[in-house]
């Protein structure tokens, strides 16, 4: 059984979860700060959401960003990451579908998310739960 909730507060625990996470979706993107995590807690734009196991132990992670632009209400899913030992356990499923009711409760008519290619199961899972594949491109300026 997997227990999805959204992180109110910094604690040791969720600094260590993403400090054991992150770098399982991310080589390059360092884990973050207590400082940055209390942030990303604190604004109102948005919401990290933490999965536990049958455990307790944090399992995966998910923040969504909700914001307005002159087009709309919008919801973007970013940043899922299953712990490796978690992965098949309906945890990545648990956290999209929280995000997708927070989404739908704040008022926004779609939510987005992008997924590499490789991540084979995190796009069948996305496609099984309705998200249809945009003809877009998606452009990245580094600023590094």
Do not use: C, K
């Not at 992150?22 to 933490?50: D, H, I, K």
């Not at 995190?122 to 491109?137: C, H, V």
């Amino acid at each position: 059984m997997v227990r999805v909730e959204e992180a109110t507060e910094v604690t040791a625990e969720l600094v260590e979860a993403f400090a054991r996470l992150l770098p399982q979706l991310s080589r390059s993107a360092p884990p973050p700060t207590r400082e940055e995590l209390a942030e990303m807690v604190a604004a109102p734009a948005t919401t990290v959401f933490v999965a536990r196991d049958e455990g307790g132990t944090i399992a995966g992670t998910l923040t969504l960003a909700v914001f307005r632009i002159p087009s709309g209400l919008r919801a973007w899913i970013e940043d899922v990451v299953v712990d490796q030992s978690a992965r098949g356990q309906g945890v990545g499923e648990a956290l999209t579908q929280a995000a997708i009711r927070v989404a739908a409760g704040a008022g926004s008519r779609t939510v987005d998310l992008t997924s590499r290619p490789s991540r084979e199961a995190a796009n069948r899972l996305y496609q099984r739960l309705g998200f249809g594949l945009r003809e877009t491109n998606v452009y990245r300026f580094e600023l590094d």
